[in-house]
């Protein structure tokens, strides 16, 4: 009976036990440009130094002024337009940057 118990709390334990914990650090990349072309809601090209550079916004893309009051949809809708200089927080993802922040002036 003990032998039992034994191995059925050590089958319950081992899942626990064996389990490897997986961290993923997201690196961010910082760009400053002037918007040249923009699709709202799909993507937009900044005018670099480099040159211009097609960027791609999602749904969880964050627009906010540079003293950090977010955007509301309806600012989004009136603010970010072509010729904006804005600044941005993004991520390579495959081929693709992707925003995840969109900083424009107060």
Known sequence: M???ILSVACAMIAPFALA???TTTTTYTDGTGTITEY???ETFVL???AGPRPYKV???TTYVTKSGRVLTDADVKTRIR???PISIKYVKHDNDMVVDRVIVDD
């Open 20 to 22: 490897q914990t997986t």
């Open 58 to 60: 999602t749904k969880t």
């Open 82 to 84: 072509v010729g904006l």
């Open 47 to 49: 005018k670099e130094s």
């Open 39 to 41: 699709v709202p809601g």
């Open 2 to 4: 003990k032998k039992l």
